[in-house]
């Protein structure tokens, strides 16, 4: 008698006490640098799947499906940065001043933004409860 199946996601690839890494859910990383004309050889992942990210240039990708279709993207550098300030910073009542050498700019730069967050400034007096 013969049995297969996946193993278990809660205990597959637990790492050992003395080893420090991600544990359990099969979940694993690596960081890979690839210099400019490298290949990285057709490999398999059984029962999971690879996310890339491109930090810089770009890099050609691909993976075979199981009726064998191959399917092939080239991946380019992705930059994202996004900075929340909450527009209560510019309802407190701090000085322009400050608030522009803080935010290294002008005090009319600051005039603008509070005006452009007027409408998302919702003070305290404002709400009613009927």
Do not use: C
């Not at 996601?9 to 050992?16: E, H, K, L, R």
Request: glycine share 6%; proline share 6%; aromatic share 8%.
């Amino acid at each position: 008698m013969v049995m297969a199946g996946d193993p278990d996601i809660t205990t597959d690839f637990i790492v050992p006490a003395n080893a420090s890494a991600l544990d359990g859910q099969s979940v694993s990383y690596a960081v890979l640098l690839f210099p400019v004309g490298a290949i990285n050889p057709p490999h398999t992942h059984p029962r999971s799947a690879e996310l890339l990210f491109v930090v810089e240039g770009s890099l050609n990708v691909g993976f075979v499906d199981t009726n064998n279709k191959l399917y092939t993207q080239t991946l380019g550098s992705w930059r994202h940065a996004q900075v929340s300030i909450p527009p209560s910073v510019f309802s407190t009542g701090i000085d322009d001043t400050v608030l522009a050498k803080a935010f290294k700019t002008d005090v009319a730069t600051i005039q603008k933004l509070k005006a452009g967050l007027a409408w998302l400034i919702i003070r305290k007096d404002q709400l009613s409860v009927e």
